[in-house]
């Protein structure tokens, strides 16, 4: 069982820049795949960026390569979004996940794949 608890959100003008953090507990955290999503108002959930348990090998939408990285550190149980350039169009609540399956090759960019979810932190970008 991994509960998630996301900070970093918050009111940024476009351009600038916010670095998400996700806290887990649970001592299975190094083995699984993490992810970002985000949802705006009146939007679905969609996917944002993605790290495999090693964190080798990360997966981006298009809408943010080159401008979001994610990365993750296991002795911290933490994963982090780094947020550059940012966006009015990347206003939303943003989620962080984890599998449930351990040690997969791929991360997933499928919100039915991940198990566990945070309660999400709202990203609001101002023109």
């Known amino acids: 069982q991994l509960q998630l608890v996301e900070s970093g959100g918050g009111l940024v003008q476009a351009g600038g820049s916010l670095r998400l953090s996700c806290a887990a507990s649970?001592?299975?955290?190094?083995?699984?795949?993490a992810g970002w999503f985000r949802q705006a108002p009146g939007k679905e959930r969609e996917f944002v960026a993605a790290?495999?348990?090693?964190?080798?090998?990360?997966d981006y939408a298009d809408s943010v390569k080159g401008r979001f990285t994610i990365s993750r550190d296991n002795d911290k149980n933490t994963v982090y979004l780094q947020m550059d350039s940012l966006k009015p169009e990347d206003t939303a609540v943003y989620y962080c996940?984890?599998?449930?399956?351990?040690?997969?090759?791929?991360?997933?960019?499928?919100?039915?794949?991940?198990?566990?979810w945070g309660q999400g932190t709202q990203v609001t970008v101002s023109p």
């Open positions: 996940a984890a599998r449930g399956k351990a040690y997969t090759a791929l991360a997933g960019t499928s919100a039915d794949l991940y198990t566990y």
């Open positions: 790290i495999i348990w090693s964190g080798n090998s990360v």
């Open positions: 649970g001592r299975t955290f190094g083995s699984v795949a």
